[in-house]
C-alpha cells in the first residue's frame, strides 16, 4: 500500500509495506493519487493526459514501473505464513512491578484510579519482588537482556523494596547469564538528593511526568489537598537529568481536552532543559477532560505546528528529542517487532503486590485479565492464545493500513477501553499515530536535505 501526502512543501510516498520513502515532484504525486496498485503506461497515460506533455508521463512511469519491479513500490502485503516463519518469541523480556499501589496525588486522568487499581492500597513485600525477579530469570529462555520496570502509583513511595530489588537483581545477574536493565516511573515529588543519586547510579532509564506548562500542569496533577506540584518536580527533575551523564530518560507529558495547544507544552519542557520528551493523548469516555472526536482535526494540525517548530530549532542547533517523532526510516524494528508490538500479555507482564500477574499495567485492577501468579506461573491459556495473536495480521482494521508497519496495531489497552476488543484499534489514537508518523518522516527527511546529522543511526 502506498500513502502519499504533502507537508513543508514536500511531496512524499511511502510504501507501507516495504518501508521505502520517496520525496517525489508534482507530476509523480498525481500519477500515484490515482492507483491503488501497479498501472501500465496507458492508464497513466489516461490519468494524466491534458495535464502534463506525453514524454512527461513516460518518464514518471517509468521511474514508477522500476520502483515497483524492485518491491519499493506497491510491495506484496505480509501473509500470515510470514507470521509463522518469523515468530521467535524466545521467552519473557520483562515485567512491570507495581511495588506501590498508592500514591501521593490525585492526578483526575489517572488510569489506576489514583494509583489503587481499583483495590486496596498496598505496597510490594520485597518477598514478592524477589520472587519476581526469579521468575523473570526462569521464563526469558535464551535472552542475556531482560528488564525491571519499578511501577505504581508511586514507587518511590516504596524505595527500600525497590533498591533491595536492584540488589538481588545484580547478584544473580553473572550467575544466570542474564543482564538487567531497570527503569523507574515517578511523578517526581518524593524525589531528594539521595534518590536522585541512587536512580541515576542504578537505573538504566527514568520516566518522570511532567505534563508542560505550570498552568495546566497544575490544574489537573495535584496532590491530595488539591495543590498543584509543578513547583514541587521542576528543581528536582531538571537536577537528576543534569546528573544522568547520557544516561536515558524521559519527560513524560499528557494533554487532554483543556490543552488542545499541547505544541506549547512540549516546547516549554524543551526550553527548560529537557530533551527527551513524550506527550501523550487521554483519550476515553464520561470525563470533559478525554479526547474526543471532535478534538482531532485541531489535534492533527497542532502536531502538523510541532513538526514545523521541530525542524526550525535544528536548523537553529537547538534540537530536543519528541518520542513520537522518533521514527526509524532506516532500519527499525525487526519484522517481527513491527508485527506483535509490544508483546503484552505474551512477552510482557505487570506484577500486582501480591503477585498476580496481568498482560500490562493497564489492566491491573480488571480481574477478567488476571493471567496467573508467580507462585503457579500463566494459568489462563485462552487469554494467553488471545494476546498471543494480537498482532497487526489478525487485525482486520490494520490490514490494509499504510501505518501498521510503524505503529503495529496500537495499544491492547486503549482498544479494549474503548470498544471492548483488544483486535479493535481505537480511531481516533489511530489518526493520531498517522500523523505523527507523516510528521516523523518529513522531519528526517528536512534533516537529511540540510545535511544535518540524524538522531536515529
Known sequence: MVHIYSMNGLNIALDGNSGSIHVIDDATYDLLSQFKKPFTLEQAVEKLQGKYPAESIREVWEEIDSLVKKDLLFAPEIQVSDWNNININSGLKALCLHVAHDCNLMCEYCFASKGSYKVAKKLMPEEVAFKAVDFIVEHSGKRKNIEIDFFGGEPLLNFDVVKKTVEYGRKIETPAGKRFYFTITTNGTLLDDEKIKYINENMDNVVISIDGRKEVHDAIRYDAAGQGTYDRILGDALKLVRSRENKSYFIRGTFTSRNLDFSKDILHLADLGFDEISMEPV??????????????????????????????????????????FNVNIYKGPCLYKRISACGAGTEYFAVTPEGDLYPCHQFVGQHEFKMGNLNTGIKNNILSERFGKANILNKEDCRNCWAKLYCSGGCHANSYYADGDILKPVELICAMQKKRIECAIMIEICRLLEGENSFIK
Open 283 to 324: 483519550v476515553g469516555k464520561g470525563e470533559e477532560f478525554h479526547i474526543q472526536a471532535e478534538h482531532i482535526t485541531e489535534i492533527l494540525a497542532e502536531y502538523e505546528r510541532l513538526a514545523y517548530a521541530y525542524v526550525k530549532r535544528i536548523k537553529e542547533g537547538k534540537p530536543f528529542k519528541f518520542y513520537h
